[in-house]
């Protein structure tokens, strides 16, 4: 797992966000001659806030205009080689290009991701109203719309 026990997202959440937004989720393989294997991937769905809560962060209301990336993980042994920037680089490039009417892109970060987050065009919002686990968590943004 990418995130810490008091973190992590349930089986059950990660099966419920594939199963109602599946064009919501990006993967990244690592790719031999005889197989492809997953070692990092982003899951977001859809709210009409504008603003994380942990109701917004508990559902998927299709049509809006959020996207609320839930988890960037990628396998312990494949980090610090660039595939979380590569990840969202591509997945903020799907999302502008995409016929959906996406506003903004919102997730949660810790203090120490805050700069792999902004390398890649997110803005910090600011503290999050979200306690998930111990530790505080920073709400950032990325607009897709004036």
């Given amino acids: 797992s990418g995130y810490p026990a008091d973190e992590a997202a349930t089986l059950e959440s990660l099966r419920f966000r594939q199963s109602q937004a599946g064009d919501l989720f990006l993967g ?8 492809r294997k997953l070692i990092g991937y982003v899951c977001a769905t859809l709210s009409p806030d504008t603003s ?6 508990s559902r998927h209301v299709p049509g809006s205009g959020s996207v609320c990336i ?3 993980c990628v396998a312990s042994i494949h980090r610090k080689k660039g595939i979380a920037s590569q990840l969202l680089r591509e997945y903020l490039a799907r999302l502008r290009d995409s016929p959906a009417n996406y506003e903004r892109i919102l997730l949660i970060s810790h203090e120490e991701l805050i700069p792999l987050y902004t390398s890649v065009g997110f803005e910090l919002v600011g503290p999050s109203q979200v306690q998930h686990g111990a530790r505080p968590w920073f709400e950032m943004c990325v607009a897709l719309k004036p």
């Fill in 28 to 35: 990244a393989y690592e790719v031999d001659t005889t197989s």
């Fill in 70 to 72: 839930h988890s960037v």
């Fill in 52 to 57: 994380l809560s942990h109701e917004s962060m």
